[in-house]
């Protein structure tokens, strides 16, 4: 990601752009030391599975440990931050609904 000294970044399964896929299915990697250092928030719901390590998220104004084998839910514009405070890496994978609208052309 942008701005982050590479101590965070994505990778994407399928296609933004691609149609027959209204979704996006990402892990987040984070270093030790990762944070997101402010609240997000997002306009659809999401789920994240986390795969690896230990961190704490912020949801809503609580914040929680989290570790490999947790799942969150979270509801459309919940405030959100991560920090990964190490030993390892902390991995999730991540889904979230696009719900985009394909054109449609009229046939007369």
Not at 15 to 35: A, K, Q, Y
Not at 64 to 91: H, I, N, S, T
Request: a neutral charge.
């Amino acid at each position: 990601m942008p701005n982050t000294n590479g101590a965070w970044a994505t990778t994407r399964f399928v296609d933004p752009n691609d149609l027959r896929h209204d979704m996006h299915v990402t892990i987040v990697t984070f270093e030790p030391g990762g944070v997101i250092p402010f609240a997000e928030t997002h306009v659809m719901e999401h789920g994240l599975y986390v795969l690896e390590g230990k961190a704490v998220y912020r949801l809503n104004q609580d914040w929680v440990e989290v570790e490999a084998g947790d799942f969150m839910w979270l509801r459309a514009f919940c405030p959100q931050a991560c920090y990964a405070g190490g030993p390892g890496k902390f991995r999730y994978l991540l889904y979230k609904d696009v719900n985009r609208q394909m054109k449609l052309s009229a046939r007369l």
